[in-house]
């Protein structure tokens, strides 16, 4: 499957942005889907994941009350609504996903979906800016 992560850009602290992720050649309808970010410097860390359903959702708790993870299976596309940007925000975002990682309602799964070692298929990342 190829994946897509489209809509970063330049925003002022306390802006707002949505990412859209896209799939072609698969319908995205049966796969969990994974949002991550690495900044410079650093680790790729989990930011978000949603279920196939959309009925489960995680949230790094650097993001939590600040990011809201959706779909809409119709049109074959993830979003991440990033409100109250904050700089440390700024990031190459990207989504992932694997037809092998289930997210269910189990504890274990939400847990393990922050974690890149259960995605094999990436994006191309989204450059997310933040100004002061």
């Known amino acids: 499957v190829q994946l897509q992560a489209s809509g970063g850009g330049l925003v002022q602290a306390g802006g707002s942005l949505r990412l859209s992720c896209e799939a072609s050649?698969?319908?995205?309808?049966?796969?969990?889907i994974g949002w991550f970010r690495q900044a410079p410097g650093k680790e790729r860390e989990g930011v978000s994941c949603i279920s196939s359903s959309g009925d489960v959702t995680y949230y790094a708790d650097s993001v939590k009350g600040r990011f809201t993870i959706s779909r809409d299976n119709a049109k074959n596309t993830v979003y991440l609504q990033m409100n109250s940007l904050k700089p440390e925000d700024a990031a190459v975002y990207y989504c992932?996903?694997?037809?092998?990682?289930?997210?269910?309602?189990?504890?274990?799964?939400?847990?393990?979906?922050?974690?890149?070692?259960?995605?094999?298929?990436w994006g191309q990342g989204t450059l997310v800016t933040v100004s002061k």
């Open positions: 050649g698969i319908s995205l309808a049966y796969w969990s």
């Open positions: 992932a996903s694997d037809r092998r990682f289930i997210m269910s309602k189990s504890h274990r799964t939400i847990a393990m979906c922050g974690s890149s070692t259960y995605y094999g298929s």
